[in-house]
Nanobody, 129 residues
Framework: QVQLVESGGDLVQPGGSLRLSCAVS????????ISWFRQAPGKEREGIAC???????TLYANSEKGRFTISRDGANTVNLHLDGLKPEDTAVYYC???????????????????????WGQGTQVTVSS
């Protein structure tokens, strides 16, 4: 049984930092990409960052490049480090898995939430003073 479990969401002041974690079980990360998405109330789910389990290549949404960092921690955990948080970053953050680790067109695939096989339940990030 495949499970993705997010953790680390919290209430944080503007300018603060958080580290979100996605614990993956039931699949071999080598064959998958793990991506982080977020969804704010009334908005569509948007892709933030992606990491390939095959070679560790990373991709980011242009809007978040430089503030957010995705990384792999060991065999089964993918982290998303959030810096310089703003109130507009308030959302539920999800991790998701898709079997695209060697896809040559990953840059076009990864931001489409409809292509992912597995999702976590989400973790709430609230940025407020």
């Amino acid at each position: 049984q495949v499970q993705l479990v997010e953790s680390g969401g919290d209430l944080v002041q503007p300018g603060g930092s958080l580290r979100l974690s996605c614990a993956v079980s039931g699949l071999t990360l080598h064959y998958y990409v793990i991506s982080w998405f977020r969804q704010a109330p009334g908005k569509e789910r948007e892709g933030i960052a992606c990491i390939s389990g095959d070679d560790g290549r990373t991709l980011y949404a242009n809007s978040e490049k430089g503030r957010f960092t995705i990384s792999r921690d060991g065999a089964n955990t993918v982290n998303l480090h959030l810096d310089g948080l703003k109130p507009e970053d308030t959302a539920v953050y999800y991790c998701a898995a898709a079997p695209w680790s060697t896809a040559p067109n990953l840059q076009r695939l990864w931001t489409n939430p409809g292509g992912y096989q597995y999702w976590g339940q989400g973790t709430q990030v609230t940025v407020s003073s």
